[in-house]
């Protein structure tokens, strides 16, 4: 930022260049020693600054050696800055934030960078990830902008618990996900986001991923499933920036079934335009703009930003807006010895009519399942008629349809039904750090996270009397109401003792530490359930049905820690890391709630340690073996009363765990690392297998066994085996041109080697994580399968397999029993990514390809629509006059279509092949230097999931009905997959 000019002042020039290759510097922060005053070098490596005579400047660079230059009589000077081979050497951020030599790892962990979460921005920064990390699987909810993602590395470990990865904040564990997206196939719940969703993606300077157990055991039991640690964007001492960035993108819906508007659902031409999804989706828009200012001198510095987004989703009438306020500050004291950090986050946002999943009042399964007995504009333009009698507007649908569950006017639930959903969350913590001397150092950090959602429907009078019944003594619907209160709170604080010094040949790096983790979850529940209100469209909780009462509900979790790491170094070419942590949880029984897990690894550089070629600047091999612990979730060790909302207490039916132990994941990790030609090659390959054991299961007891009908019991093996390679280079480094490339690629094989053992000595072969019902689906756990597989019916056979055609010369449907059931394994067998970044001049392009190969997901979106009519193969199917062949026999199209198609028949059909490949995300950009009085301005064109390379099945198989545990690989009438274009524009001032 420019400074004010005093009249003895004059202005300096300069080029700041590289010792020895004279290549000009840009970026290198000029400052006047002892104040804020400074500037920074631009594109060409040049600075102009109004000094005083006398004035001493400091030259400072990351990875260079800094230089101070006492301002005489000169006005211009030729600076150059020698390399600091320290500095240069790469440091990651690992667990609880502390920084390490990439080096010296006995483990692996993979950054991103800030330019590539923003260079083709998305509302959830996570979504940024994908195809970038080897091991990393993402899908996401269809509910639009702030919706949640499901993150996954090296596989689900959990048979029925969460296999989310942890999310660290400048080395704080941040809050947990909240109340939304639980497992139920018909109503699958709301999504109003998770907390990773809620982060400004320009706040972020860096994320690393630390994929294994031995990179995370520091972090205990919350740490399970892997870490994505984010290291939030800081001032810099002699750094002064404002930035202001406009990204808009207009979105398209693609990917959804194709509708038929020929035929009624009994196959009778019609002479109208029935409805649509091309009628239903609009485009969308999303406009995110931030503004941040940074500013540092030698003692202080802060950072502030402020960002909104405005999002109207393609599905009408759906619209986000999202507030973010960002400030940090550092500052040192006491001769330098102390340093302190203060930051503060504040998150406000709103959500109209997110898009869900499943049946119930969902407007995307009305729209695809609308009677084609309808025009597009009865039901668009005519969705409401006006009832004198009742002095209120009712539903208009007049037709009716086949399907079990009622259907409703799409533009009725948008408009009568809506749902609204307000976040606010605050996040504030603090650190400070007192070095004793150049070896030791105490830190102590705590943390506050609080948010407070609440969600809210309103369903006017009429809405469909299977979703909401009429009153029993008028038969007249009067609307139904539904609303969340929920908060979560979470504290934590930790103290670490560091140590780190030079021992002649060895090094000596070690912490020690202890913390407290406090959560706290309340729920407040209003619900008018399938029951109609007492007044019309009176939405209140003194409007419930006549004995409905609100419902709280109140979990707790507490871990107390203590943990400790040493790493050996001996001549930077050997390293030795031992850690170790004990968790006390305050969900487990008291005789087991403490638990100790270790880890050891060991690196050796290999290059350092014998003459190896010129070529080879890296050559690294590592392995380690860690125990990982696992409490449970809370409540299961004490009884578990509750009072539904009809007021009536209900007893618990499952015996508390009174011997409950910790959940134990023992896992084992070998890795190599090779650079050639100084970074213009580098491969990074790690194999491991990760066994977790001790899992909870909820088993039925033996009938007047204990007087409980379920206990828990620990048992269970799931394995995670696999291997990740990812290869960078540069393949073209000449002049003004640059060409870096990374290809990411993992297989995990997940496989369940045991379950449980049942109250009469029986081994379980399988359980039921979700139960379709009336569906034939099922998500089951299967001894020898994998987490994640599903059940659907097939045809149903005689003895030697072959299909049982009827007396009406169709097949019918199997069972979900064991041995008919179609078993099929929804995880991929492999996971890629490439991305790639060309540089010319001030001309920059971005691209990213990813696909998953493998692995099966169903579709009962498009069983539902042929049942009923809907789809286009429905029409091709009453316009086919010949037969269709399947496994030898010969059916008519029709009927083989009705006797397949829907809930209740043979659903394996309607599995697909999930293997695709896509453009993920495409930029291309050219930055103006010195325009003006700005610094540099940066304009892109970007898209996002542009194209599909290859896609077996009819939808986008990363776009999941929930990110709950319960739903893998099945599509039911979810949001389709968007793709997005746009412009960002960046600007520094």
């Known amino acids: ?43 060409n490596g040049a ?69 590539d979460l923003i260079t083709a921005k998305d509302p959830n920064v996570m979504n940024s990830l994908s195809g970038r990390v080897a091991g990393l699987q993402l899908s996401r909810s269809g509910s639009g902008a702030g919706g949640s993602v499901k993150i996954n590395l090296r596989g689900n470990r959990s048979a029925k618990g969460d296999s989310s990865p942890l999310y660290v904040i400048d080395g704080v564990p941040m809050a947990g996900q909240g109340a939304t997206q639980p ?21 972020i300077e860096s994320i690393n991923i630390l994929k294994g157990a031995a990179a995370s055991v520091l972090y205990g039991s919350q740490a399970a499933n892997g870490v994505i640690m984010i290291t939030t964007k800081k001032g810099r001492p002699g750094y002064s920036n404002l930035t202001y960035s406009s990204n808009f993108t207009a979105e398209q819906a693609y990917m959804y079934p194709e509708m038929q508007s020929k035929y009624d659902a009994e196959g009778n031409a019609i002479n109208h335009n029935a ?22 001198g030698e003692k202080s510095q802060f950072y502030a930003s402020y960002a909104n987004t405005t999002a109207n989703g393609v599905m009408p009438t759906n619209t986000f807006n999202k507030n973010n306020f960002s400030f940090n500050a550092t500052t040192k004291g006491l001769n330098d010895k102390l340093e302190m950090r203060v930051s503060a986050n504040y998150i406000n946002q709103k959500g109209i009519n997110r898009p869900t999943a499943g049946a119930y009042m969902n407007p995307i399964y009305s729209s695809y399942l609308s009677s084609r007995s309808i025009s597009n504009d009865e039901l668009t333009n005519n969705y409401q008629t006006w009832n004198s009698d009742r002095k209120i507007y009712e539903q208009n649908y007049p037709a009716t349809v086949k399907s079990e569950i009622g259907n409703e006017n799409p533009y009725w639930l948008l408009n009568k039904a809506q749902t609204e959903d307000i976040r606010n969350r605050f996040m504030l913590s603090g650190s400070a750090k007192y070095n004793f001397n150049e070896f030791l150092s105490l830190q102590g950090r705590a943390n506050i996270d609080a948010t407070q959602d609440v969600w809210e429907r309103k369903a006017h009078a009429t809405t469909n009397p299977i979703n909401i019944s009429a009153d029993p003594i008028t038969g007249l619907s009067y609307g139904g109401y539904f609303r969340d209160d929920f ?3 979470m504290i934590y604080a930790d103290a670490i003792l560091n140590f780190n010094k030079q021992f002649n040949d060895f090094n000596v790096t070690a912490l020690l530490g202890s913390s407290i983790r406090d959560e706290e979850n309340t729920l407040q529940r209003v619900t008018s359930d399938k029951r109609s209100i007492r007044y019309t469209n009176i939405f209140t909780v003194s409007a419930l049905p006549e004995g409905m009462v609100p419902t709280e509900t109140y979990l707790q979790r507490q871990v107390q820690s203590v943990f400790a790491s040493a790493t050996l170094g001996w001549r930077d070419m050997l390293y030795l890391d031992v850690a170790g942590r004990n968790d006390w949880s305050s969900t487990l029984p008291s005789n087991n709630n403490s638990y100790f897990y270790p880890s050891v690894g060991l690196t050796a550089v290999l290059n350092k340690m014998m003459d190896l070629p010129d070529v080879i600047s890296l050559a690294k091999v590592r392995g380690n073996y860690t125990v990982l612990g696992n409490d449970a979730q809370p409540g299961v060790t004490t009884l578990q009363h509750e009072v539904d909302f009809n007021g009536n207490l209900k007893f618990a039916d499952t015996e508390p765990a009174a011997n409950l132990k910790p959940e134990l994941s023992t896992s084992i990790e070998f ?33 007047g066994s204990s007087g409980f009908q379920y206990s828990y019991v620990n048992a269970g ?89 009827g007396d009406d010369g169709l097949p019918s449907s199997g069972s979900l029993d064991p041995e008919s059931a179609k078993k099929s394994n929804s995880n991929p067998n492999l996971i890629a990514g490439w991305t790639n970044t060309l540089k010319y001049k001030g001309f920059t392009l971005n691209m990213v390809i990813d696909g998953k190969f493998g692995g099966q ?132 001032f």
């Open 1 to 43: 930022m420019a400074n004010t000019i005093h009249a003895q002042d004059r202005v300096v020039k300069g080029t700041v260049t590289e010792n020895g290759s004279s290549e000009p510097l840009p970026g290198v922060n000029v400052l006047v020693k002892g104040t804020t005053t400074g500037t920074t070098t631009d594109f």
């Open 47 to 115: 600075f102009s600054l109004s000094v005083a005579d006398g004035t001493t400047l400091v030259f400072s660079y990351v990875g260079y050696l800094s230089q101070e230059i006492v301002v005489g009589n000169q006005s211009e000077f030729s600076v150059s800055l020698e390399v600091d081979a320290e500095q240069l050497e790469e440091v990651v951020v690992t667990a609880l934030g502390v920084e390490r030599s990439a080096e010296s790892l006995t483990y692996s962990t993979q950054s991103v960078s800030s330019e």
């Open 183 to 203: 497992g139920e196939i018909e109503n699958p719940g709301r999504d109003g986001g998770d907390g990773i969703s809620n982060i400004n993606p320009e706040d």
């Open 275 to 296: 409805h649509t999804a091309d009628d239903f989706y609009k485009t969308g828009t999303t406009w995110v703009n931030s503004l941040s200012y940074t500013q540092g």
């Open 487 to 489: 908060s979560n709170t």
């Open 671 to 703: 890795g190599a690392e090779l650079e050639l030609f100084n970074g213009l090659l580098y491969m990074d390959a790690n194999f491991y297998k990760t066994n977790t054991v001790n899992q909870l299961f909820r088993v039925a007891n033996p009938t």
């Open 717 to 805: 093996d799931v394995e995670n085996r696999g291997f990740e390679l990812s290869i960078s280079a540069m393949p073209v480094s000449q002049g003004d041109l640059t060409w870096s490339t990374t290809f990411n690629f993992a297989r995990n094989v997940n496989e369940i080697k045991e379950l449980y053992t049942r109250a009469d000595g029986t081994e379980a072969e399988f359980d039921i994580v979700t139960n379709g019902g009336n569906i034939n689906y099922m998500q089951v756990l299967r001894k020898g399968g994998a987490i994640g597989e599903i059940w659907t019916a097939d045809f149903a056979r005689d003895e030697d397999g072959n299909m049982i055609i």
């Open 857 to 988: 997901v169903l579709s009962l979106t498009n069983s539902y629509m042929d049942a009923e009519g809907t789809s286009i193969e429905f029409a091709n199917a009453v316009e086919n006059t010949g037969t269709v062949t399947v496994e030898g026999n010969q059916f008519d199209p029709l009927g083989y279509l009705q006797a397949t198609a829907g809930r209740s028949n043979v659903t394996s059909q309607y599995l697909y092949d999930q293997t695709n490949v896509r453009l993920r995300e495409l930029s291309i950009g050219y930055t103006f230097d010195k325009v003006g009085p700005l610094s540099d301005v940066t304009l892109s064109a970007i898209g996002r999931n542009l194209f599909f390379f290859y896609n077996a099945a009819p939808f986008d198989p990363d776009v999941v009905m929930s990110t709950g545990a319960g739903v893998q690989g099945l599509n039911f009438f979810g949001l389709p997959t968007t793709r997005s274009v746009g412009l960002n524009l960046r600007v520094n």
